[in-house]
């Protein structure tokens, strides 16, 4: 009786070793966040916030002084910040009763031109806000090439807004 009582021990004990030595699980590569985000990366910088703190998102069209369109993205959140991306655009200049409307339409091309010429890094398509009249108080903003990147923006946000997931969204180089 006693032999098969150390035996059994032994066994019980060699299973115990046998057990501790089973390799654990490999973490992932990209282990999931354990707080779901928004994240926008963009030639002008990178944002990024909490899904839980986004209150809404919006888009809409307006015209400023009567000299530009703009069309903007606003995500709006539980803190002191709002992000607004946004694509500009001049309204068409026209000439008082059509008289030297080409003129006006060849100047606006020729400005286009050397802006395009004068700043590789297109410093003309940057936001510029001039204090303290046109500046947003608490506010992030970001400027976009077209109006297509705009409609994806929101598209990703809006989408990040409404499943909860993190989604990260980024305009190619």
């Known amino acids: 009786m006693m032999m098969r009582t150390r035996w059994l021990l032994i066994f019980l004990a060699l299973a115990a070793t046998a057990h501790g030595?089973?390799?654990s699980p490999s973490p992932t590569a990209t282990p999931e966040p354990r707080l779901p985000y928004w994240r926008c990366e963009?030639?002008?910088?990178?944002?990024e916030v909490a899904i839980r703190s986004i209150v809404s998102v919006s888009s809409h069209e307006y015209i400023v002084d009567g000299a530009a369109r703009v069309n903007e993205?606003?995500?709006?959140?539980?803190?002191?910040?709002?992000?607004?991306?946004?694509?500009?655009?001049?309204?068409?200049?026209?000439?008082?009763?059509?008289?030297g409307q080409s003129a006006v339409d060849r100047i606006s091309d020729l400005a286009k031109e050397a802006g395009q010429r004068v700043a590789a890094d297109k410093v003309w398509q940057r936001v510029v806000k001039t204090y303290p009249t046109t500046t947003h108080a608490n506010s992030?903003?970001?400027?976009?090439?077209?109006?297509e990147q705009l409609k994806q923006i929101f598209s990703s946000a809006q989408g990040a807004f409404e499943s909860g997931v993190t989604a990260t969204f980024k305009l190619p180089d």
């Open 21 to 23: 030595q089973t390799p």
């Open 140 to 147: 992030i903003e970001y400027r976009v090439e077209s109006e």
């Open 42 to 47: 963009l030639l002008g910088g990178t944002y």
């Open 73 to 99: 993205v606003n995500v709006d959140t539980l803190g002191n910040m709002t992000v607004r991306f946004y694509y500009l655009e001049p309204t068409a200049a026209k000439s008082p009763l059509g008289v």
